[in-house]
């Protein structure tokens, strides 16, 4: 590499670049791929938040420069958010901030709140960013265990006294992508604690709390008492409201926090293009009946694959939240043997367990992001496989 900063040698591999690699093969000789690989939803935003979007991209004045920390309307919306989904109350002006999408949230927590060579505490298995973000301020990354015998609830008090000295973060995320896991209100009590105790901004990650199943309602960690001393959480339009394209989310919590988080991001972007706050405006205080309908979608899909699996003899994580199945791969295959033979041999993608973290060893991610009748072809293939 001729021009790179020798950081981006810590990255991780790419681990999906040998089935990249393989797929354009397969599709190269005539193949039928299913990709039951990629978090995305496959189903278009809700048609109110695009006439809200219609409307208000035809606003000269939603073409300017927008507010860096989101526009009052727009906080207001979310703050009104929290209050209604959660009972949480919030201020506005200080405890909310708007981020153009959670994945660029997540990078800039890094150089908000984490010295070069101090720690960050990531879960064992998660979303990629929790561990690249570190790499790219040069700071260190402390993988908690996350384990099916703890319920994949990550365990930050199996960290070393010498490590968590030098740490100034932790993050944390529930309903868990890739494990589907989910906390409760004790777990959430105890990171709290340690979080106090050692002086650590808690972060949450609350993409998938309204993607849930059988009734179970995921809670914002604010309602637990003292979360406002140490937390800020990430809320995101990607998942609730099929909105990955538009980039739209926020962050809520400690005031101190959001202030430092905002003088970052102010040096590094200019906020959301406000049409699409709008839009986001709508998302959130409109009704939301079809949030509800894409939960029975999903949780349609999720009761084919378990019923597939359980056909398979394969142990999986009963998922009451977000688009993920977590499996345990076969006896005598790792997570990427097993995903490359799913690709070789049933033509279907599925990730390898690792691409998420060192405790993903001996695991797969399905997505549940798949038409319902590609989903079934896919199925039906595994079962092939398997008889
Ligand atoms: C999808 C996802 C996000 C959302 O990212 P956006 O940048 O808001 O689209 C955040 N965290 C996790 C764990 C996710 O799976």
Redesign the pocket.
């Known amino acids: 590499m001729a021009f790179a900063a020798k950081r981006l040698d810590n990255l991780p591999p790419y681990l999906f670049a040998e089935i990249d690699r393989k797929k354009a093969k397969l599709i190269a000789e005539g193949h039928d791929v299913i990709s039951l690989g990629i978090?995305?939803p496959d189903k278009p935003t809700f048609p109110r938040i695009v006439d809200a979007m219609e409307r208000a991209i035809r606003r000269p004045e939603n073409h300017q420069y927008p507010a860096y920390e989101g526009s009052p309307a727009y906080r207001a919306a979310c703050a009104q958010f929290m209050s209604t989904r959660f009972g949480v109350t919030v201020d506005p002006d200080t405890q909310v901030l708007a981020?153009?999408?959670?994945?660029?949230?997540?990078a800039n927590l890094f150089p908000a709140f984490v010295d070069a060579g101090a720690y960050t505490l990531i879960p064992g298995v998660?979303?990629p960013?929790y561990s690249g973000g570190g790499v790219l301020n040069d700071s260190q990354s402390w993988w908690m265990p996350m384990r099916a015998e703890n319920d994949f609830l990550a365990d930050f008090a199996a960290t070393p006294p010498e490590v968590v000295a030098a740490a100034q973060m932790m993050i944390i995320?529930y309903p868990?992508?890739?494990t589907s896991a989910v906390a409760t209100p004790e777990y959430f009590d105890a990171a709290i604690a340690y979080a106090r105790e050692h002086d650590l901004l808690l972060v949450h990650?609350n993409?998938?709390c309204d993607v849930t199943y059988d009734g179970y309602r995921a809670p914002s960690i604010l309602e637990r008492p003292g979360a406002l001393d140490c937390c800020i959480e990430?809320f995101?339009?990607?998942?609730s409201y099929n909105?990955?394209g538009w980039?739209?989310?926020f962050a809520v919590g400690n005031a101190d926090a959001i202030r430092t988080f905002g003088t970052v991001k102010s040096n590094v972007d200019s906020g959301i293009f406000t049409a699409v706050q709008e839009a986001a405006i709508e998302a959130f205080t409109g009704p939301q009946d079809e949030v509800a309908e894409m939960c029975e979608l999903y949780q349609h899909r999720r009761d084919l694959v378990m019923a597939t699996l359980d056909e398979m003899g394969l142990e999986y994580v009963y998922p009451r939240g977000?688009i993920f199945m977590w499996v345990r791969v076969p006896d005598g295959y790792t997570s990427t043997d097993y995903a490359e033979k799913l690709l070789m041999e049933a033509h279907v993608i599925v990730a390898a367990g690792t691409a998420y973290g060192p405790d993903g060893e001996g695991w797969f991610r399905i997505s549940l992001a798949c038409p319902n009748e590609r989903l079934v072809e896919a199925l039906g293939r595994l079962r092939a496989l398997d008889a």
């Open positions: 978090g995305d981020l153009i999408g959670s994945k660029e949230g997540v998660g979303y960013v995320s868990n992508n890739p990650d993409a998938y990430l995101s339009t990607s998942k909105m990955t980039r739209c989310a977000t």
